[in-house]
Structure formats: C-alpha cells, structure tokens
C-alpha cells in the first residue's frame, strides 16, 4: 500500500481566477435562493451582495484527488467536514489567488480509511493579502492502514466544530432544495461524477446521484443568514460542519439553530426521513455588527 505521509504538505493546485457577477449569482442559484424578495441581493447583479460559502467555490481545486499520481480509490471517497474563515469581503471583478495544500493526513487502520486535511488560502493577487482560509476534511474510506508512525494517527485539531446546547433551538427553518441542485452545483467547480452519475452513485453504495457536501452546508449557511444576520451576509466569519450522512437532491434540509450571543450552533436534517445530515455546526458573527 502507499505511504500517503508522503503527500504531507504537497501543493494540490494554485489557481488564479476572478469572482465576476454571474458565478456569484450561479452558486446562489444552486442554493435555491431567488424566490423571496430577501434574496434578489444575491441574485441580481445591481448591488450584488457575495455569499460567505463562495470561498469554498473559488479557486476550487477540482476533484484532484482522483488523479492517479496520489494513489487513493476516488470511488470511496467522501466529504467529512468543512470549515471557511472569512478575513476580509470576498470582492467582485478582481483578481484572486488560491493556493490548496495537504495539510494533514490520519490513517484511521484496516478498513476504517484516511482523512485528508486540505487548506486552501484565497488571497488578493496583487498585495498577496489573504481574504479567506479553507480547510477540507475528505474520508478517503477505501485507503487505511498504511500508517507506521503515530503522527499520522492523531486527528488534527484544524476544523472547529461545537455539539449544540442541551436545549431546544431558537430557530428551525426548513428548506426544500431544487431535484436539479446537484447538476446546477456542478457547474461551480465541483465536478465529481458521483453528484451527477447514476452508474458512479451505484458503485459508491448510493441509489442515486447526492447533493455535494459543500451546496448542502451552503443551504444550511442560508438559514444562518435569514435568521440571526438579517440577511446581512458578511456578519459571518467562520463557519464549519461535519458531514454526517448523505442528502439527496430535492429533500428538504431542515436546519436547528442555537444562538448564544455573537456564537450560533446548528445542525441540519432531512425533514422527510429525519436522517442527520449535517452535525457539530459552528459560525461565528462579526463584532462589527451585531443585530440587535
């Protein structure tokens, strides 16, 4: 089997790109946002407010892990958390950079598989000045036990995630997503068959095509905003999510929100059949501007 300690630290992509209008307006789109009247900042250009979870799409660094130089099974493979810090407001119609790294490696032994830590820095082209940080937490499920040294055994503390308080939320808010959500996320960068492949979803054990990880946070990151930031989307500078099981295109995400003060937990479920979908959720507002 290979060491994939070796990998520790390798460049996976740097990438120069530019955030125009229509790509902003897009990912909104494969959110589901654009039928309150809340919602046409994001979705018209004139005064076009960028949503936080575009720091996810930019630079976006494919689906590098299928080439065959790194040697993991790209068919078992499986988004596990996320985390986006926000430093500055991502801007429109300027050059940007976004370098992605490997940033750790856990084998979890025989059968259990590996978790990939990436990191992504999106930074200001010009000044170098870095806008937004990325970690990417993938279970690689086909690729354990090649460890022989305990360093790559302990789980990096890189992504905050929170259990949420032992009390009832202070926000439910259900969404039901688009059936075309995945096919219209794909067009963001995230290009992985198995959000679009019936045959790839049938090998990966799934009746069908699944919503990528990062469009169903986005739509949980949705609810963050209507509720506790006035639809004010740069009141959130960090926020990260572990992935807990699958969620189908077209099921509504139902999203509990804990709010205590500048700090919100969430996590979200598939309203139909109450399976978790995403857990131990994080954010954190902005001390500049607090709603009051």
């Known amino acids: 089997?290979?060491?994939?300690?070796?990998?520790?630290?390798?460049?996976?992509?740097?990438?120069?790109?530019?955030?125009?209008?229509?790509?902003?307006?897009?990912?909104?789109?494969?959110?589901?946002?654009g039928d309150e009247d809340e919602h046409l900042q994001f979705v018209y250009e004139k005064n076009l407010a960028v949503l936080p979870g575009m720091a996810m799409v930019l630079a976006y660094p494919g689906f590098w892990i299928s080439e065959p130089e790194y040697g993991f099974d790209w068919t078992q493979v499986l988004h596990a958390e996320e985390s986006i810090e926000l430093l500055?407001?991502?801007?429109?119609?300027?050059?940007?950079?976004?370098?992605?790294?490997?940033?750790?490696?856990?084998?979890r032994g025989p059968g259990?598989?590996?978790?990939?830590?990436?990191?992504?820095?999106?930074?200001?082209?010009?000044?170098?000045?870095?806008?937004?940080?990325?970690?990417?937490?993938?279970?690689?499920?086909?690729?354990?036990?090649?460890?022989?040294?305990?360093?790559f055994k302990n789980r990096p503390n890189l992504i905050k995630t929170s259990n949420p308080p032992s009390r009832d939320p202070d926000f439910v808010v259900n969404i039901k997503t688009l059936p075309q959500s995945a096919l219209l996320y794909r067009l963001c960068g995230d290009m992985n068959p198995l959000h679009a492949d019936p045959e790839v979803a049938k090998k990966a054990g799934f009746?069908?095509?699944?919503?990528?990880?990062?469009?169903?946070?986005?739509?949980?990151?949705?609810?963050?905003?209507?509720?506790?930031?006035?639809?004010?989307?740069?009141?959130?500078?960090?926020?990260?999510?572990?992935?807990?099981?699958?969620?189908l295109p077209g099921a509504s995400l139902s999203t509990k929100i804990w709010r205590e003060q500048d700090?919100?937990?969430?996590?979200?479920?598939?309203?139909?059949?109450?399976?978790?979908v995403l857990s131990n959720g994080y954010a954190s507002l902005t001390d500049s501007k607090k709603d009051n």
């Not at 500055?88 to 084998?107: C, F």
């Open 88 to 107: 500055e407001k991502i801007p429109l119609d300027q050059p940007l950079v976004g370098k992605t790294s490997i940033e750790n490696i856990v084998d």
């Open 1 to 33: 089997m290979k060491d994939f300690g070796l990998l520790l630290n390798n460049i996976v992509s740097e990438e120069s790109t530019i955030l125009t209008p229509n790509n902003a307006i897009l990912y909104a789109l494969s959110l589901g946002l």
């Open 207 to 247: 009746s069908q095509p699944i919503l990528h990880g990062r469009c169903t946070m986005g739509i949980a990151i949705r609810s963050l905003i209507a509720k506790c930031c006035d639809y004010d989307a740069t009141k959130l500078t960090q926020i990260s999510v572990r992935f807990s099981s699958p969620f």
């Open 263 to 276: 700090n919100l937990y969430f996590e979200s479920f598939d309203l139909e059949s109450g399976a978790k």
């Open 112 to 151: 259990k598989g590996s978790f990939i830590y990436t990191k992504k820095i999106l930074s200001l082209k010009e000044s170098a000045k870095p806008i937004a940080i990325v970690y990417s937490n993938t279970l690689a499920r086909a690729d354990g036990g090649w460890a022989q040294k305990d360093s």
